[in-house]
């Protein structure tokens, strides 16, 4: 969206906003009032507006099931498989291509190795200017490799963006 202050003096301020896709008549048009948080699991979305805005988002997102952790099936080498954030949704995790169901053990192991990934891109994100180096940013991008649709491959992605942005205004 975009403000414009009045250009003299008993104007009315003026608001505009723009869509990035077209809407259709009556659609709801809803407003995210996460900032980093936005692409996280369901479960840490609603955490952060819990502690920073007291309450409960029930939007299409939050209501639908959540497919911000998906990971490259080992089966068909093709298809997703989506962590849920409860045991019972572990269970129950089948691949969108070959509908293979996986095993509870290997979502355990994926789960395991989403858990060191985070771990170390938090590491990275704590410390940007020490550890941003290509070595370090080179190791996180393989880490990604089983991660098809996932919201740390986007922040891996971020980070490595940020690194060049500002190697190129430090000129180095």
């Given at each position: 969206w975009h403000f414009s202050p009045p250009t003299h003096p008993g104007a009315a301020p003026r608001f505009e906003l723009r869509a990035a896709r077209d809407i259709s008549?009556?659609?709801e048009l809803t407003h995210s009032y996460l900032h980093r948080e936005r692409w996280r699991p369901r479960e840490e979305r609603q955490a952060a507006l819990r502690s920073s805005k007291w309450m409960r988002c029930c939007c299409k997102r939050c209501a639908e099931a959540d497919c911000c952790r998906g990971f490259l099936c080992?089966?068909?080498?093709?298809?997703?498989?989506?962590?849920?954030?409860?045991?019972?949704?572990?269970?129950?995790a089948t691949c969108l291509n070959c509908?293979?169901?996986?095993?509870?053990a290997t979502l355990e192991a994926l789960e395991a190795e989403e858990k060191e990934l985070r771990r170390r891109v938090d590491d990275v994100?704590?410390?940007?200017?020490?550890?941003?180096?290509?070595?370090?940013?080179g190791q996180l991008l393989l880490r990604t490799r089983k991660l098809t649709?996932?919201?740390?491959?986007?922040?891996?992605f971020g980070l490595l963006y940020e690194m060049y942005k500002a190697r190129l205004e430090w000129g180095s």
């Open positions: 008549v009556g659609e080992l089966s068909c080498s093709g298809g997703t498989v989506f962590l849920q954030g409860t045991e019972v949704s572990l269970r129950a509908k293979a169901q996986v095993p509870l994100d704590g410390d940007f200017g020490r550890l941003a180096t290509d070595e370090t940013m649709q996932h919201w740390l491959k986007a922040r891996v």
